[in-house]
Nanobody, 121 residues
């Protein structure tokens, strides 16, 4: 069974940095787009950044210039480097990936369990 396992969240002061990681485990045949989303209390989940298998990236305007998404295809892992964190970045961050598995014989959306990021003022 395929799973996305996240790590790297935590509590930092505003202006600090954190690096999130998300690794796909199980029998993974191929991974298309990978990305990070976040959900703050009382708000809808929103896109933070995505990266295609070829390395093309897309960012929310609110994080451009501060966050960097990258991936290691050999490790089936996506990263999110977050610099200059602001209190408004506080949220649960979720990893997402479009994964092709033998069982489903199709690309299916998978989600991680979420990791808390808190930037204190």
């Amino acid at each position: 069974q395929v799973q996305l396992v996240e790590s790297g969240g935590g509590l930092v002061q505003a202006g600090g940095s954190l690096r999130l990681s998300c690794a796909a485990s199980g029998v993974v045949i191929n991974i298309n787009t990978m990305g990070w989303y976040r959900q703050a209390p009382g708000k809808q989940r929103e896109l933070v950044a995505t990266i295609t298998s070829g390395g093309s990236t897309n960012y929310a305007d609110s994080v451009k210039g501060r966050f960097t998404i990258s991936r290691d295809n050999a490790k089936n892992t996506v990263y999110l480097q977050m610099n200059s964190l602001k209190p408004e970045d506080t949220a649960v961050y979720y990893c997402n990936a479009e994964i092709y598995t033998l069982g489903r014989r199709a690309f299916v959306d998978y989600w991680g369990q979420g990791t808390q990021v808190t930037a204190s003022s």
